[in-house]
């Protein structure tokens, strides 16, 4: 019985069915609530690379809505001016998972709040899967600029789930995103 029960757990370890992200505990997502920047992204995606080095600090608000959706505002300053995204996060059974449907991919994708302290920092995750399994990790910080330590959690968490270095971005700051 002990030799089945290590087999499957084997298994299980080695196909990624237990590879489940766990979201921060208790979180609270009127703490959650306002403005972010993201300061961070890690994104291995091959239709991404030539895009690593126009990015930039974005700007996010981040607003709850009575039945525990999210609304998502992202705003980006481009060299054509303001670009302005809303993702609708729709809330699921486990406090800091959502899941919303992406235009772009036609797909479902997981957002989950691995870890925030809600004043200074949050580390997100985004996963779906298309033909392959595709994740992105994203720094978001109160301020544009974070501790050392903080944006040196951040490398270390996206480089143990198999980042490489150069899909590990700090963009600089664009300006003044939140005049969008």
Not at 22 to 43: E, H, I, S, T
Not at 90 to 118: A, C, L
Not at 146 to 165: H, I, N, Q
Request: net charge positive; with cysteine.
């Amino acid at each position: 019985m002990k030799i089945a029960l290590v087999t499957i757990f084997l298994l299980m370890l080695l196909t990624g069915i237990n590879a489940r992200v766990q979201p921060q505990k208790n979180f609270d997502l009127q703490r959650f609530a306002g403005k972010w920047y993201r300061v961070g992204l890690a994104y291995d995606s091959p239709g991404f690379v030539p895009y690593r080095t126009r990015l930039t600090v974005s700007m996010g608000v981040v607003e709850p809505q009575e039945n525990g959706d999210v609304n998502m505002t992202m705003w980006s300053l481009k060299s054509s001016g303001c670009q302005r995204t809303v993702y609708v996060y729709e809330k699921t059974s486990v406090p800091g998972v959502f899941s919303y449907y992406s235009t772009r991919h036609r797909r479902v994708k997981d957002v989950t709040v691995v870890e925030t302290n809600y004043t200074e920092y949050a580390l997100v995750l985004k996963h779906q899967k298309i033909n392959k399994e595709f994740t992105q990790v994203s720094l978001y910080g109160r301020t544009k600029r974070l501790r050392a330590d903080v944006m040196e959690k951040f490398r270390a968490y996206a480089a143990a789930r198999g980042f490489s270095k150069e899909s590990i971005l700090t963009p600089p700051a664009a300006g003044k995103a939140e005049d969008c």
